[in-house]
């Protein structure tokens, strides 16, 4: 896959350095999303000097460039998530289990009208994120 990674890189405008593919390919089938830590000491073995920073940096830029998806938590605590889903959609998160999942729809016509409408305003872009708990951690009894 890092042929696929690097073409998503370049096609991002991105280099495709050591760690960026390093990011993607542990991040790369995961169901669910990964702290900047987490990534940091799975890293760590392959990257004799690696510090934190580099990888909180590496990861906002991944995401800025819209190779990886940030999810906003709750917890304020920042996470990302690899989707290879390229078309507009949405992301469902579990607050329990950590899952992600696409939501196809969006609804934002009938908000840019009501902004439109309310405020006088125009809508350039939008996040929608919905938290919640997947079917599995309800069944559970799993809390966020």
């Known amino acids: 896959m890092n042929?696929?990674?690097a073409q998503a890189l370049?096609?991002?405008?991105?280099k495709a350095t050591p760690k960026r593919l390093a990011i993607l390919e542990m991040l790369e089938g995961e169901t669910a999303y990964a702290s900047p830590e987490e990534l940091?000491?799975?890293?760590?073995?392959?990257?004799?000097?690696l510090g934190l920073p580099t990888v909180y940096r590496n990861l906002e830029?991944?995401?800025e460039s819209g190779v990886l998806s940030k999810v906003i938590h709750p917890n304020r605590q920042l996470y990302y998530y690899f989707c290879s889903?390229?078309?507009h959609h949405h992301h469902f998160v579990c607050l329990s289990c950590r899952k992600v999942q696409d939501i196809p729809s969006c609804g934002i016509e009938a908000l840019e009208r009501e902004v439109s409408k309310t405020v006088g305003g125009k809508v350039l872009s939008?996040?929608?994120q919905l938290n919640g708990l997947c079917s599995g951690c309800m069944e559970n009894g799993g809390m966020p």
């Open 85 to 87: 889903n390229r078309e």
């Open 126 to 128: 939008h996040i929608l």
């Open 40 to 49: 940091w000491k799975r890293m760590r073995d392959r990257f004799d000097r």
């Open 3 to 5: 042929g696929n990674h």
């Open 61 to 63: 830029e991944l995401a």
């Open 10 to 14: 370049k096609e991002a405008g991105m």
